[in-house]
């Protein structure tokens, strides 16, 4: 996405990290939550008052969005949008060139760093306009409308309410969220189920130490599976049955699978004969 922005543009693109600070924000935004677990309004402050921070740094004396009046339900009404303005430091530096025709004067315009004239008047929900737009100007790389933050989509706002109630919110397990598919094994363990090889890869590159990876016996397809948390010989006969339903078992009732610490060759781990987890129980265990 970053090379893309920066394609279209064609001007240096400068990536903050600000994954940190972020979710100890989304675990108490002052503005609250939009239907899951997104809060744009404190999000979109947060992220200005970054990009305030970085004005002086840069020699620039504006910051431009690309917010349109009514777009966005929570975030982009006017009320939510002259909040995000004073909340940010940002008063009357903050130009929305999209919406500027309806919105009152900066100072950009005021003091013709802008031409009025030329900004637009867009609103509403629909993104014809600035598809037409793109078109206009030649812009073809562009995220799609309907992608949005995946905060705002119920199944990942569900994994990550989970990681929030067993106090294992971090960067790093906020960043498995979007992978495979997840299962809580009790309080202290989870796993995550790769949906293919490239999941399986990257769940394998992601595994810390003391973590368990999960896999059939190479002669049988199925998905590498990662183990978090604390496990027992229970739990570890537990992820092996939900890895073994996942593998193409070809009619056979049974599969042998590899487990193993990562870090250590699957020759250096042990396997289990084990028979698929009953569907009912699969599912109870599914975030």
């Not at 193409?248 to 289990?272: C, E, M, T, W």
Request: proline share 5%; charged share 25%; aromatic share 6%.
């Amino acid at each position: 996405m970053h090379s893309l922005v920066q394609k279209s543009l064609n001007q240096e693109l400068k990536v903050v990290d600000i994954s940190v600070e972020f979710l100890e924000l989304v675990l108490n935004p002052k503005h609250g939550f939009g239907s899951n677990m997104n809060p744009c309004i404190d999000c979109k402050i947060f992220m200005l008052k970054k990009a305030k921070d970085l004005m002086p740094v840069l020699g620039v004396q504006f910051v431009v969005t690309g917010e349109v009046l009514g777009q966005r339900p929570m975030s982009q009404h006017r009320r939510a949008l002259e909040i995000i303005e004073k909340e940010s430091g940002l008063e009357g530096v903050l130009l929305r060139p999209l919406c500027a025709g309806i919105l009152p004067q900066t100072l950009p315009e005021k003091e013709g760093w802008v031409k009025r004239d030329r900004l637009f008047k867009f609103s509403g929900r629909s993104r014809r306009p600035q598809i037409d737009l793109a078109r206009e100007l030649g812009i073809i790389d562009y995220p799609n409308a309907s992608g949005g933050c995946l905060l705002t989509d119920a199944h990942f706002s569900s994994r990550l309410k989970d990681l929030i109630s067993h106090q294992e919110l971090n960067v790093e397990g906020a960043g498995l969220l979007k992978i495979g598919r997840h299962f809580r094994l009790d309080k202290l363990a989870k796993l995550i189920v790769g949906r293919n090889e490239e999941e399986g890869r990257e769940l394998e590159s992601r595994a810390c130490r003391n973590d368990y990876l999960f896999m059939p016996d190479p002669e049988l397809a199925g998905p590498t599976c990662l183990g978090k948390g604390e496990f027992n010989n229970e739990l570890i006969h537990l992820a092996s049955q939900i890895t073994c339903f996942y593998c193409d078992l070809n009619a056979a009732k049974s599969a042998r699978i590899f487990y193993h610490k990562a870090g250590v060759g699957p020759g250096q781990g042990s396997f289990l004969e084990v028979c698929p987890v009953a569907g009912d129980k699969l599912e109870s265990l599914r975030l």
